[in-house]
């Protein structure tokens, strides 16, 4: 039996990631997670989940994202495992939210090492997924770019479409090059029936914008 309300753990769980991602690169912040947090709760209304086991994973899911910790995928889960305990979170929901922490990753599904699926992944890896995508997805992807020092477009450096894990986590390649890598991929590999159809509005506009993108990049004016 927990001593908290569900709600009360939402609540705490929420101030406690606001605090942890104050200085985050601008795509894994904070408002991320909120957005994440949002559309999970939207995509849940035409699921049968747990709500609170995907409110816990929306909130923790990018904790600590193994991009910023020198490729160590264990932080986050570490984290996120201490933090459910100190409030007495049933041992269960513990278990599950951290599974979903460590499968949810796009890179994990490239080389299918995603071993755990439950209706619960399903819907949070959706509401990551569309946040990757449409004009959000944009800007998270060139901020991303910009916190490497990445071109924005290369003509003579050609997309990757066949990466391994350990290539797409080491690629420099220009940002343009992600929409092909990974963005434009999301709309087909979207778990649910509502993420299914949120993701066709944000896949349309990317590739509005890619078209108008080299338009302007040939000088069509
Ligand atoms: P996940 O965190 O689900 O494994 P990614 O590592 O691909 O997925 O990245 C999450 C987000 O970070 C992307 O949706 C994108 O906004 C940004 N990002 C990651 N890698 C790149 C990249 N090479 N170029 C531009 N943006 C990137
Ligand atoms: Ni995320």
């Known amino acids: 039996m927990s001593i908290k309300t569900d709600t009360a753990i939402v609540l705490k769980t929420q101030e406690f990631v606001k605090l942890k991602l104050a200085n985050a690169e601008g795509?894994?912040?904070?408002?991320?997670?909120?957005?994440?947090?949002?559309?999970?709760?939207?995509?849940?209304?035409?699921?049968?989940?747990?709500?609170?086991?995907?409110?816990?994973?929306?909130?923790?899911?990018?904790?600590?994202?193994?991009?910023?910790?020198?490729?160590?995928?264990?932080?986050?889960?570490?984290?996120?495992?201490?933090f459910l305990f100190s409030l007495n979170v049933d041992s269960l929901i513990i278990e599950h939210v951290i599974k979903i922490i460590e499968n949810i990753s796009f890179n994990k599904s490239i080389d299918n090492t995603t071993l755990f699926v439950s209706e619960e992944l399903k819907v949070v890896q959706d509401a990551d997924r569309l946040d990757a995508m449409g004009a959000i997805g944009i800007a998270r992807a060139f901020n991303y770019g910009g916190y490497k020092n990445r071109a924005i477009?290369?003509?003579?450096?050609?997309?990757?479409?066949?990466?391994?894990?350990?290539?797409?986590?080491?690629?420099?390649?220009?940002?343009?090059?992600?929409?092909?890598?990974?963005?434009?991929?999301?709309?087909?590999?979207?778990?649910?029936?509502?993420?299914?159809?949120?993701?066709?509005?944000r896949h349309a506009f990317m590739e509005s914008y890619l078209k108008q993108f080299y338009s302007e990049w040939q000088g069509k004016y």
């Open 27 to 82: 795509g894994h912040d904070w408002f991320h997670t909120l957005r994440v947090y949002n559309n999970a709760l939207r995509i849940s209304k035409t699921e049968q989940v747990n709500l609170f086991v995907v409110e816990l994973a929306a909130l923790l899911h990018d904790i600590a994202d193994s991009k910023f910790y020198n490729g160590d995928d264990t932080v986050g889960s570490k984290i996120a495992r201490e």
């Open 153 to 201: 477009h290369n003509p003579d450096i050609r997309p990757n479409l066949d990466m391994s894990r350990a290539e797409y986590k080491a690629s420099t390649a220009p940002t343009i090059n992600h929409f092909y890598e990974k963005l434009l991929l999301l709309k087909n590999q979207m778990n649910t029936r509502t993420g299914k159809l949120l993701a066709e509005g």
